[in-house]
């Protein structure tokens, strides 16, 4: 029945499954040389990537991450957060067409909890 009512959360025959897969590389300007790259996993069935697994073994590496600030820090154009209710990290290498053309030029401490970067490309 629940397959009817909702059909993202049946278990037979196999269902859709709705996810929001972010590819990113990370620089943290506040620990020069602090870069990582992966794919955040943010899913939105009961669920959640147990049907999966099975088919995608490399999702079993995935590690679940506690989120931080807005949309876990991770930049997004979709006002989607309160949808976000538990995510994981998959490390994997940067995105094809990352490049590190931004520099950071200066941080401007603006109050007690926020900063201005200035950035400049080259």
Not at 10 to 25: A, D, M, N
Request: charged share 20%; net charge positive.
């Amino acid at each position: 029945a629940a397959g009817l009512l909702f059909p993202y959360s049946g278990v037979e025959p196999v269902r859709p499954k709705r996810f929001y897969l972010q590819h990113s590389h990370i620089n943290n300007h506040e620990e020069p040389g602090a870069s990582f790259s992966g794919i955040y996993i943010h899913t939105f069935d009961y669920r959640e990537m147990a049907p999966l697994l099975d088919y995608v073994p490399k999702l079993k590496e995935a590690t679940e991450v506690q989120c931080k600030g807005v949309y876990c820090g991770m930049p997004s154009y979709f006002p989607i957060s309160h949808m976000l209710k538990r995510n994981w990290f998959l490390p994997a290498g940067p995105p094809p067409g990352v490049s590190s053309k931004l520099v950071l030029e200066s941080v401007k401490k603006t109050s007690s909890n926020s900063r201005n970067y200035t950035f400049i490309g080259r």
